[in-house]
Each structure stands twice: as structure tokens, then as C-alpha cells.
């Protein structure tokens, strides 16, 4: 209409304001559904009410002098995510579907973290603590702006997608991650990262506790936990919070 000005972040998710009128309408993206072979079953999802959340994929986590490298945990297995995430964070950019980044970043004075989160990981109290400094290597324990909070190399974290930043294992609690999902209009999340079995699971968790469709990208996420934990934790997704699909599989629904 002419003379009306949008306000929202999105065309399709924004008011059209003008002196006289204000139209609430909201105009639609067009339904795009793919169709994808998933557990337990398949699924049909529409590719534009999609994004493809990256929980974790830190140094800490992932990488050579990281904090769990430090503590003797060998961090080859979440290296695994990094190829097919990066597969997929090409092919959301490609089409304009949102890239969301989730990542621990905690404050320095820990002032927003309780001692329950501390002795999780800390279980003696006298291993080095959440924002402390990690002797012999380059990390501060995923404190925010430090090298061990950020994304591991080999995954670009672009300018143009999104970024949040989490003190818990999931991403939803005191985060502005479901305001953000629902004002992009999303219903859909393609979910990796590390590590599967608690802050992918937790994040997956909430998010279908908040009424989204949630699918795991299997290669797409990994643990240092033993191959239980990931069993338990598809178990429990296919049984009981949604679906679980290969990278490729998406890649081929996202296809032009």
C-alpha cells in the first residue's frame, strides 16, 4: 500500500503501518513442503517455516586445547558434525532459511550461574570452574568473547545468520531464542550439535516442549558420552520428541 511503512523484522511476520490504517494481515510465504524418509516415520515439513539450529559446536567442546581436551576427554568425536553441519549451514544460506547458533557463553562474574550448574562441572570443586582460565591451554571455560566459546574451525558462523547466547544446557531457558524463532515465523527445527545427549537433547527437549516441530540431524550431532547415551538419546527423540533424519537426506529435500 502506498505511504505505509512495515514495522517488524519480517515481511511476512510485520504490520504495514500508515496514518489512517494499520494492516495486520501478515502475507504468508507460499507452502513449500519437502518431503523427507525420517524415524519413526517419514515426514513432510515446509522448507519455509524451517531453520537449522547449531547447538555448541565450540572450542571446549571440539577442539585440540579446548577444556574437555584438557581434561583427557578425547574430542574426536564432535569433530564428526562439522562436515555435514557445514553442507547444511550452505545450503539454509542458499535459499534464505535461518542458520541459528546456539552457544554457551557465560558471564565472568557467574553471576547468572547457580552452584547445581557449577558442581556439574565441577564435580570436586577443585577442577577449574566455568570462566576460569585453563592452565596449559587457551581456554577460559566457555566464558563469553573467550577462544574456547567460540565456533570451532571449519563452521562459519556468518554475519547474516543468528547467534544466541545460552548459560544452560539448553537454549531456550533465559534466552531470547523462542521470541526470536517465533518472530522469523518458524515451526520447524533441524537440530544438531554437540554434545547430543545434553545440550542438543535439552535444547530439542524444550523446544518441543514449546509446541515446535523438532528434527534430529543424526550425523549432524555427536558425543563424548559412551555409545549408550546416543542410543538412549535417539530412542527417546524417535519415541517421544520427534523425528530423527540423515544430513544427505535433507540436503536432497532442500534441492532446488
Not at 63 to 90: C, F, R, Y
Amino acid at each position: 500500500m502506498t505511504g505505509m511503512k512495515m514495522m517488524g523484522a519480517r515481511p511476512e511476520q510485520s504490520w504495514l503501518v500508515g496514518r489512517d490504517v494499520v494492516d495486520m494481515t501478515r502475507p504468508a510465504k507460499a507452502v513449500r513442503p519437502i518431503k523427507l524418509a525420517a524415524l519413526p516415520q517419514n515426514i513432510v515439513v515446509d522448507a519455509n517455516k524451517s531453520a537449522l539450529v547449531i547447538v555448541d559446536m565450540q572450542n571446549d567442546f571440539c577442539a585440540t586445547g579446548g577444556w574437555m581436551d584438557s581434561q583427557g576427554i578425547d574430542v574426536t568425536p564432535n569433530t564428526a558434525p562439522i562436515e555435514p553441519l557445514k553442507a547444511l549451514v550452505a545450503a539454509f544460506r542458499a535459499q534464505g532459511l535461518p542458520v541459528v547458533w546456539v552457544n554457551w557463553g557465560v558471564r565472568k562474574d557467574l553471576l547468572n550461574i547457580s552452584p547445581s550448574l557449577l558442581h556439574a562441572h565441577n564435580k570436586t570443586g577443585d577442577a577449574v570452574d566455568l570462566g576460569s582460565p585453563v592452565p596449559g591451554t587457551r581456554s577460559e571455560v566457555l566464558r563469553a568473547g573467550s577462544w574456547g566459546a567460540q565456533v570451532v574451525d571449519g563452521l562459519n558462523p556468518g554475519d547474516a545468520d543468528i547467534h544466541v547466547t545460552k548459560h544452560r544446557f539448553s537454549g531456550f531457558w533465559d534466552t531470547d531464542l523462542d521470541a526470536i524463532l517465533r518472530n522469523l515465523g518458524v515451526k520447524t527445527l533441524f537440530v544438531g550439535g554437540v554434545n547430543l545427549d545434553q545440550c542438543v537433547m535439552t535444547t530439542l527437549e524444550d523446544a518441543n516442549f514449546l509446541g515446535y516441530d523438532t528434527i534430529l540431524v543424526e550425523d549432524g550431532a555427536a558425543t563424548t558420552s559412551p555409545d549408550y547415551c546416543v542410543q538412549a538419546a535417539l530412542y527417546n527423540i524417535r519415541l517421544l520428541f520427534g523425528f530423527t533424519l540423515k544430513s544427505e537426506t535433507l540436503l536432497q529435500g532442500l534441492a532446488p
